[in-house]
């Protein structure tokens, strides 16, 4: 058996599991890079003080629109990828759910996508990687279709905490106005989920209804994010049980950019995942050390 074909089937078998497991797991794979992550400690240490920060117990953090100014070309950048998109002739990609469609080719992504150019930039970088405690790698970018489809929620309609790595962070921008009938990403803070899977035994194969969730931490408490166009989330979607696309008849489809920042020891990447990352053929000397550690250098 190749070794990495024995790595993957071990990680499967971690990335599934409770919490503890997976920690053990998390912690096994930070040791065997310790002396590989050198460049990636000294580039936090090096990192200047935050102009926001994602708290530890919130696990989120949602700003209006306008708090960027690259926000407008990405807003405009994937209306335009709707627009162009064939669905008849779908691009390959892993998520095929009815309710959720990825229109953007990730292939096709440039350095002057304007959500690659948001992606890198400096002081989303230098709050991402304070949040993680380590230099993320950049995994992907997507554009989300959401629009109604009949039937009970499922899947990721459903509370859920992605089992990618033990934490993430999952940047939303709004390319729609989102309203409560729109299918708004909805997020259970940090500490209150922490007391759910507790409370439930949590897998993370498992999805959990509202109910499950309301009988431990009570009603009201999770955070539906509404707002127009350019607004923004920041959230650990490892460590935040959250749902979303719950999108009611008549109400209008949501459209959102999703970019994701993993740990060097995500349960999905290889030990050799600097070689594999999607984007690690845009690095380029212009760009910052900073920038270059999260593309794959």
């Known amino acids: 058996m190749a070794d990495g074909t024995l790595q993957a089937r071990i990680s499967k ?82 998520n095929k759910k009815r309710f ?10 440039t350095r002057e996508t304007p959500s690659m150019r948001f992606a890198l930039r400096e002081d989303v970088l230098a709050a991402v990687s304070r949040y993680l405690g380590v230099v993320p790698f950049l995994t992907a970018i997507s554009v989300f279709h959401s629009d109604v489809v009949e039937g009970a929620p499922t899947s990721s309609q459903l509370h859920h905490c992605d089992g990618d790595d033990v934490t993430q962070v999952k940047i939303f921008v709004y390319c729609s106005d989102v309203d409560e009938g729109s299918g708004p990403l909805t997020i259970l803070r940090a500490d209150d989920s922490e007391r759910v899977r507790r409370h ?42 959250h749902y979303g696309s719950r999108v009611a008849k008549d109400a209008a489809p949501r459209l959102v950019t999703m970019i994701q920042y993993q740990t060097p020891y995500s349960f999905m990447l290889p030990a050799s995942a600097q070689q594999t990352l999607a984007f690690r053929r845009l690095l380029d000397p212009s760009q910052s050390p900073l920038q270059r550690l999260v593309l794959g250098e």
């Open 13 to 94: 078998a971690f990335r599934v599991r409770g919490d503890g497991p997976r920690q053990l797991y998390y912690a096994a794979r930070r040791a065997s890079r310790f002396l590989s992550d050198g460049p990636r400690r000294a580039a936090l240490r090096a990192l200047p003080a935050p102009s926001f920060t994602i708290g530890q117990a919130e696990g989120f953090l949602v700003l209006p629109p306008g708090s960027f100014e690259d926000l407008p070309a990405v807003v405009a950048d994937a209306r335009e990828t709707l627009v162009r998109y064939d669905a008849e002739h779908p691009h390959g990609g892993k």
């Open 100 to 109: 959720l469609f990825n229109v953007l080719d990730s292939t096709r992504v």
């Open 200 to 241: 439930h035994g949590y897998q993370y194969r498992q999805r959990l209804t509202d109910q499950q969730v309301s009988d431990v931490v009570g009603s009201g408490r999770e955070h539906a994010v509404l707002g127009p166009s350019g607004s923004t989330v920041f959230v650990d979607t490892s460590r935040c049980f």
